[in-house]
């Protein structure tokens, strides 16, 4: 089973920007479809970005295309969000998920029930 690590997170200004990791160990990520979450305090863990195996991308409706980007690198086991002009409604702790798919077409989701793995989560704080 794979076990996933994020980090990156951190304490950003407003307009600032991050980039969050999220490696795999024990397994591969090359079969898996993987996807970005946050979390508040006293909220639903919501949905940011995933990204399926052949690199197709989906990003929450609100507000993210555009300010987000998903990425992938296989050779190292590693999934990226790169997160430009955050917000202070951007603060959440920020979690990555995977699951593994059949086949290089399956569509990845922003729905955490449709994940198997979770790692332990980074904290992002944007604030001035």
């Known amino acids: 089973q794979v076990q996933l690590v994020e980090s990156g997170g951190g304490l950003v200004q407003p307009g600032g920007s991050l980039t969050l990791s999220c490696v795999a160990s024990?397994?591969?990520?090359?079969?898996?479809?993987v996807g970005w979450f946050r979390q508040v305090p006293g909220k639903e863990r919501a949905g940011v970005a995933c990204?399926?195996?052949?690199?197709?991308?989906?990003y929450a409706v609100d507000s993210e295309e555009g300010r987000f980007t998903i990425s992938r690198d296989n050779a190292k086991k590693a999934v990226y969000l790169q997160m430009n002009n955050l917000k202070p409604e951007d603060t959440a702790i920020y979690y990555c998920?995977?699951?593994?798919?059949?086949?290089?077409?399956?569509?990845?989701?922003?729905?955490?029930?449709?994940?198997?793995?979770w790692g332990q989560g980074t904290q992002v704080i944007v604030s001035s």
């Open positions: 024990g397994s591969t990520l090359d079969y898996s479809i």
């Open positions: 998920a995977a699951r593994p798919v059949p086949t290089v077409l399956a569509m990845c989701y922003l729905q955490n029930y449709e994940y198997e793995n």
């Open positions: 990204i399926n195996r052949s690199d197709r991308r989906q």
